[in-house]
């Protein structure tokens, strides 16, 4: 999700997106442990974009 359509969502459905993610990420681990991951790299890109979300959030909330 682009950082333009995260400020257009409202703060409940940024929420939902964070819960999604960390759903995702949970996955991606689970997978890493069991060595079946073929791009690891995606780990950090779900972080990334908790992260961004999360700060969306807070910009809403000021």
């Known amino acids: 999700m682009k950082l333009e ?3 257009e ?3 409940d459905e940024l929420k939902a997106a ?3 993610c960390k759903k995702q990420l949970l996955d991606l681990r ?3 442990s069991l060595n ?3 791009n ?4 950090g890109k ?3 974009e908790i992260a961004q ?4 959030i807070r910009e809403k909330a000021e």
Not at 40 to 43: E, S, V
Not at 53 to 56: A, F, G, L, Q, S
Request: glycine content about 0%.
């Open 36 to 38: 079946k991951l073929e």
């Open 53 to 56: 979300i999360k700060t969306v």
């Open 9 to 11: 969502k409202t703060v």
């Open 46 to 48: 779900i972080k990334n």
């Open 18 to 20: 964070v819960v999604d």
């Open 5 to 7: 359509e995260m400020r």
């Open 30 to 32: 689970v997978q890493k």
């Open 40 to 43: 690891p790299a995606q780990i």
